[in-house]
């Protein structure tokens, strides 16, 4: 079974330039999330849709960072503009159902380094 | 809110020997509770998981068990490996409207020594 996918691996940016990550999550999965995941700390939610409709995207900055998922499958993440503190990985994970006791799996995240 | 303290790292032991990384919560309501593991290179993935309190979580010689009367998940192997150097991630999951929302804590580097 194929995994989470996500692209770019890397990306380097300057501030105020935007940027836009690729998911494609395990084929079925209704859930989707958005984590970030800034270095020495865990991963953040910042958006989770269920199926095309977002569920939460209460920690995401919404003057800055946009996301949809189109048709309930890929999805992408956007960031305009870039600003310094955006460095971090991007990390795309699906699930199931997005109940409490199920499984979510990581993709291999997009480390954005923005100078 | 919903939050998760791992011990400080990063820690570093010699193969063989025992491992405890502790875990301590917050949350509203009953939590389920995970422990990830990010290997270099690679993408989190669910080490194990336990859903009610006293259940016991295991996979790969990793244990933990919930305590909820200490608000607790402490990950412990008897006999650590080189393989086994990784970021370990303590993760809370509610149920509910959260629609299955992880808080993870800051996570602790593991490094196993020949």
């Known amino acids: 079974e194929a995994g989470v996918a996500q692209s770019p691996r890397y990306k380097i940016i300057e501030k105020r330039q935007s940027v836009a990550f690729w998911c494609n999550p395990i084929?079925?999965?209704?859930?989707l999330y958005w984590y970030q995941q800034i270095l020495g700390q865990g991963p953040k939610l910042l958006i989770q849709f269920q199926n095309n409709g977002v569920v939460d995207d209460s920690q995401l900055p919404k003057d800055r960072f946009s996301a949809e998922r189109l048709k309930g499958v890929d999805s992408t993440l956007k960031i305009q503009p870039a600003k310094l503190e955006d460095s971090a990985v991007y990390l795309c994970a699906s699930s199931p159902s997005g109940t409490a006791n199920t499984e979510a799996f990581f993709g291999q995240g997009t480390r954005l380094t923005v100078v | 809110g919903d939050s998760v303290t791992q011990m400080e790292g990063p820690v570093t032991l010699s193969e063989e020997a025992f491992l405890t990384i502790n875990c301590t919560y917050t949350a509203t309501g009953y939590p389920s509770l995970f422990w990830y593991v990010q290997y270099p290179g690679e993408g989190l993935q669910l080490l194990l998981k336990a859903t009610k309190a006293d259940d016991k979580g295991s996979n790969k010689g990793f244990e933990a068990t919930y305590r909820k009367e200490t608000t607790s998940f402490h990950l412990e192997k008897g006999s650590v490996q080189v393989s086994d150097s990784a970021v370990y991630f303590c993760a809370l999951m509610v149920g509910g409207t959260s629609y299955g929302k992880l808080t993870f804590g800051q996570g602790t580097i593991l490094t196993v020594h020949p």
């Open positions: 084929s079925g999965h209704a859930t």
